[in-house]
């Protein structure tokens, strides 16, 4: 497994990032900000309001896994690119080894990034993640240990994203062991996706009062 530190390609399709900054009082992209917005956080509010509501875990699963699934893809592959110019990937090459790249759009001007975009992406991106661990606390201590699984699968999606970016910002220079991480966001993905399909494929008890068991 390689890890990689580049700028962005020079043939990349996508529109300079930072090419109009006329107005530095609108949002050049209040789209992608909106969407950077609104899955990450619907899928917090949708598990908040079905916990105390007390709506069908099936169902609210679903829901939050694919809110969760649409950030993920969304932060990962737009808004990172147009909001602050950064975007990591992976591919495998023809040996079958996988390479990790982190991409920075590299000699860029601080007044090119428009300064609101990036205050709201990094902090959007910080936030959901300790809010994540926060509803995984709180359902720990109410004893409702099938909730825990959204709260974990949340962490799990919305670090990646948090260390991709990080490693897309500081590099090696901040001393962020790359294998390491990218191993462990493997393998807890790997877990969560086992989960997942556990829950979803497994056959009912008997009783039908007995509620699954998740473990992360």
């Given at each position: 497994?390689?890890?990689?530190?580049?700028?962005?390609?020079?043939?990349?399709?996508?529109?300079?990032?930072?090419?109009?900054?006329?107005?530095?009082?609108?949002?050049?992209?209040?789209?992608?900000?909106?969407?950077?917005?609104?899955?990450?956080?619907?899928?917090?509010?949708?598990?908040?309001?079905?916990?105390?509501?007390?709506?069908?875990?099936?169902?609210?699963?679903?829901?939050?896994?694919?809110?969760?699934?649409?950030?993920?893809?969304?932060?990962?592959?737009?808004?990172?690119?147009?909001?602050?110019?950064?975007?990591?990937?992976?591919?495998?090459?023809?040996?079958?080894?996988?390479?990790?790249?982190?991409?920075?759009?590299?000699?860029?001007?601080?007044?090119?990034?428009?300064?609101?975009?990036?205050?709201?992406?990094?902090?959007?991106?910080?936030?959901?993640?300790?809010?994540?661990?926060?509803?995984?606390?709180?359902?720990?201590?109410?004893?409702?240990?099938?909730?825990?699984?959204?709260?974990?699968?949340?962490?799990?999606?919305?670090?990646?994203?948090?260390?991709?970016?990080?490693?897309?910002?500081?590099?090696?220079?901040?001393?962020?062991?790359?294998?390491?991480?990218?191993?462990?966001?493997?393998?807890?993905?790997?877990?969560v996706m086992k989960n997942i399909s556990s829950m979803m494929f497994r056959q009912p008890a008997a009783s039908g009062t007995s509620?699954?068991?998740?473990?992360?």
């Amino acid at each position: 497994m390689f890890m990689l530190q580049a700028p962005l390609l020079d043939d990349d399709d996508t529109p300079a990032f930072g090419e109009e900054n006329e107005d530095h009082g609108k949002l050049k992209h209040p789209f992608v900000t909106l969407f950077h917005l609104l899955f990450r956080f619907g899928a917090i509010i949708v598990y908040i309001l079905a916990n105390w509501l007390g709506q069908g875990f099936i169902s609210c699963f679903i829901i939050i896994i694919l809110l969760l699934s649409a950030d993920f893809w969304t932060v990962k592959n737009i808004t990172g690119r147009l909001m602050v110019g950064l975007r990591w990937w992976n591919y495998v090459d023809d040996d079958g080894t996988s390479h990790w790249v982190y991409e920075s759009r590299k000699g860029l001007q601080q007044s090119r990034v428009h300064a609101a975009e990036a205050r709201i992406f990094w902090a959007a991106l910080y936030a959901s993640p300790v809010l994540w661990v926060i509803l995984l606390i709180f359902a720990f201590f109410s004893f409702t240990y099938a909730w825990m699984v959204l709260p974990a699968i949340g962490i799990v999606l919305n670090g990646a994203n948090v260390y991709g970016y990080l490693r897309c910002r500081y590099g090696s220079s901040q001393g962020i062991q790359t294998s390491l991480g990218a191993a462990t966001t493997s393998f807890m993905r790997d877990q969560v996706m086992k989960n997942i399909s556990s829950m979803m494929f497994r056959q009912p008890a008997a009783s039908g009062t007995s509620q699954p068991q998740q473990t992360v």
